[in-house]
């Protein structure tokens, strides 16, 4: 909608943004609660190798149980919680609670599962970043190569000489890096090099037409040519149908997650459905 103002000029009302700024007001001061008040959980979604038939990780994805609203969606109190800088306690909660419970799981005998968590920019220009991994790596000793960070494009482009110091401080550790929604950021590929990646994960809207859209299907298979080229392994996100994993997996990217699979559930789910001695694998 646009609207015409005193002196003939226009401004411009996105109804959505409008609505988030509304709910981001609503939620701020519950938000400075929940975390002693225990609101939040992690989902976790599979994330499969199709070579491998079976599930190879699972990426934490945090939930926030409102006393009064229920289940708040991440992509609303996320940016309230890095605009507050909340994320930095937030965020080391979700790595601790992330990794405790992938020890859980490797106790009792899935001892090669993956854990990937999701880091704001905030908490990765934070110094004490790199001594939480430690230290949680440590307590739990669990392998380090086993926990994958995300983080996106735009986050490490925010401040790139930081990221890359922090990212080589961390690969030392010999965890993971991962980057999320590859393809929809800003960085140049000449940069991309000087990143010490692991992982790119190609964003769920170039999955989604991927059947439909000539324009879709040629970034991804470039996105899938250019990891291999670069050594980087590639994960493919948001695959909602068989035809999708199909067409993913002739293009030889057989790493993927999204709801045709399983989507994010609750611990206990997960192990019901995908952690079982038969290791039933995800097409039950
Ligand atoms: P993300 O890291 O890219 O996570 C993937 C999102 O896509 C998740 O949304 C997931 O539920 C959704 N998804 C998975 N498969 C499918 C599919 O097949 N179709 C569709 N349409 N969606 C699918 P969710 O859980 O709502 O999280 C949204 C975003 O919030 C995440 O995007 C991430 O950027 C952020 N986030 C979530 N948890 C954390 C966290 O612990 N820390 C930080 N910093 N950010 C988080
Ligand atoms: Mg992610
Ligand atoms: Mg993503
Ligand atoms: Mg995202």
Same mark, same amino acid.
């Not at 003939?8 to 609505?19: P, R, T």
């Not at 590639?234 to 067409?247: F, K, L, N, P, S």
């Given at each position: 909608h646009s609207k015409e103002v005193a002196g003939?000029?226009?401004?411009?009302?996105?109804?959505?943004?409008?609505?988030r700024t509304i709910e981001s007001v609503k939620y701020e001061n519950a938000l400075y609660r929940a975390l002693e008040r225990d609101e939040f959980t992690l989902y976790y979604q599979p994330q499969v190798d199709l070579c491998k038939h079976r599930m190879v990780g699972v990426e934490a994805l945090i939930r926030w149980n409102h006393p009064e609203e229920g289940l708040v969606s991440p992509d609303i109190f996320i940016p309230l919680a890095e605009q507050t800088g909340l994320i930095v306690p937030i965020g080391e909660w979700v790595l601790r609670e992330a990794v405790s419970q992938l020890k859980k799981w490797h106790d009792k005998g899935f001892d090669d599962l993956c854990m990937a968590v999701n880091l704001s920019a905030a908490q990765f220009e934070q110094g004490s970043l790199h001594r939480i991994v430690k230290q949680v790596l440590a307590e739990t000793g669990i392998r380090p190569e086993l926990l994958h960070l995300e983080l996106t494009e735009n986050?490490?482009?925010?401040?790139t /000489?930081?990221?890359i110091s922090t990212m080589n401080k961390l690969k030392e550790l010999g965890v993971h890096l991962d980057i999320d929604d590859f393809g929809t950021g800003y960085s140049s590929l000449g940069y991309l090099q000087r990143f010490p990646l692991t992982t790119l994960k190609i964003d769920r809207t170039f999955i989604r037409d991927?059947?439909?859209?000539e324009d879709d299907r040629a970034l991804t298979d470039t996105i899938i040519t250019m990891a291999k080229n670069m050594g980087l392994e590639?994960?493919?996100?948001?695959?909602?149908?068989?035809?999708?994993? /199909?067409?993913l997996a002739s293009r030889e990217c057989t790493m993927m997650q999204g709801y045709f699979f399983s989507p994010p559930v609750p611990a206990r789910k997960l192990e019901k459905d995908f952690l079982t001695n038969d290791q039933g694998g995800w097409s039950r």
């Open positions: 003939g000029s226009y401004y411009f009302y996105d109804e959505k943004i409008g609505k986050q490490i482009m925010r401040n /000489d930081l990221a991927i059947l439909l859209d590639v994960i493919a996100e948001g695959v909602e149908t068989e035809e999708q994993a /199909d067409y």
